[in-house]
């Protein structure tokens, strides 16, 4: 019984595997909503600042050349 539910199990994985939708986008990328339109001057460097903040955060150096 033990050896039949493995194998089921073993195919449902590989049967799932074989149809399920795969992620497009890649692992290294962010995106980051930004509008297109704003109000004032004051409220786009905001926007503009926040952005930057976030880069500083989330982007890794890797390796220093």
């Known amino acids: 019984m033990r050896k039949v539910t493995t194998l089921i199990t073993i195919f449902i994985k590989r049967f799932y595997k074989s149809f399920r939708i795969k992620n497009t986008t890649r ?3 962010l995106w980051i909503d ?3 339109i704003c109000k ?3 409220e ?3 926007i503009l600042y926040d952005t930057l903040q976030r880069l500083e955060q989330k982007i890794k150096i890797i390796k220093n050349d």
Request: aromatic fraction near 0%.
């Open 27 to 29: 692992k290294g990328i």
């Open 34 to 36: 930004v509008p297109n």
């Open 40 to 42: 004032s001057r004051k």
């Open 44 to 46: 786009k460097d905001s």
